[in-house]
């Protein structure tokens, strides 16, 4: 079975890479140089590509998914989808307020964090294909225990920049991480599609 099934998918994977070649008119491919042939076969440009390697796609799909994202508003949906859920307070569910404030603190906010020379700058998270995915989960009410666990984390982490102004992203981190430590658990890819209607 497998050696069978390894065939069938080097086959289609070399005619993509044909199609590809050839630039075929109307077919949305360009020809290119070392482009991955897996590209045509996994649902186009809004689905996180599934060659993990190719870190310049997955950070660009993580790009457009986050303007996606900022685009359109979607606390009141991810916290009704969520109000059964419990919480490692003991609580249950989240508030759409709680919900609109991760997201203005993971998609909107600056944060002082260290550059490539140990100095600080104030910018936005850098985009991320697995919190992408998570809150693409979160939104369309299939979210896993995962993707709670990083509301929790990014929760207890805006709540410690706004009780210590002035506070660095490593001391928010490490406090939040006490709280709930995402980085810990950080799912496998879904391959999720930030076109896919979820409202």
């Given at each position: 079975?497998?050696?069978?099934?390894?065939a069938s998918?080097?086959?289609a994977?070399?005619?993509?890479a044909?199609v590809?070649?050839?630039?075929?008119a109307?077919?949305?491919m360009?020809a290119?140089?070392?482009?991955y042939?897996?590209?045509?076969?996994?649902?186009?440009?809004?689905s996180r590509?599934r060659?993990?390697?190719?870190?310049?796609?997955?950070?660009?799909?993580?790009?457009?998914?986050?303007d996606?994202i900022r685009?359109?508003?979607?606390?009141?949906?991810?916290?009704s989808?969520?109000?059964?859920?419990?919480?490692?307070?003991?609580?249950?569910?989240?508030s759409p307020?709680?919900?609109?404030?991760i997201?203005?603190?993971?998609f909107?906010?600056?944060h002082p964090?260290?550059?490539y020379?140990?100095?600080?700058?104030?910018?936005?998270y850098?985009?991320?294909?697995?919190?992408a995915?998570a809150?693409l989960?979160?939104?369309?009410?299939?979210?896993?225990?995962?993707?709670?666990?990083?509301?929790?984390?990014?929760s207890?982490?805006a709540?410690y920049?706004?009780?210590?102004?002035?506070?660095?992203?490593?001391?928010?981190?490490?406090?939040?991480n006490?709280?709930?430590?995402?980085?810990?658990?950080?799912?496998?890819?879904?391959?999720?599609?930030?076109?896919?209607?979820w409202?």
């Open positions: 079975m497998r050696p069978r099934a390894a998918i080097a086959e994977e070399e005619t993509v044909a590809i070649r050839a630039g075929r109307g077919s949305g360009a290119t140089s070392g482009g042939a897996g590209d045509a076969l996994h649902g186009g440009h809004s590509p060659n993990a390697a190719d870190y310049e796609r997955q950070d660009q799909w993580a790009n457009d998914a986050y996606h685009e359109n508003a979607d606390a009141d949906v991810i916290a989808h969520l109000q059964d859920v419990m919480r490692l307070d003991g609580s249950t569910g989240f307020e709680e919900i609109d404030r997201r203005d603190h993971i909107f906010e600056e964090l260290t550059d020379d140990g100095g600080v700058v104030h910018r936005r850098d985009a991320s294909p697995d919190m995915e809150w989960r979160l939104r369309s009410g299939s979210a896993i225990p995962d993707d709670v666990a990083l509301l929790e984390h990014e207890a982490e709540r920049y706004d009780a210590h102004p002035g506070a660095t992203y490593e001391q928010a981190h490490a406090a939040a006490e709280v709930s430590s995402w980085q810990n658990r950080i799912p496998a890819p879904t391959y999720e599609d930030y076109s896919k209607p409202r």
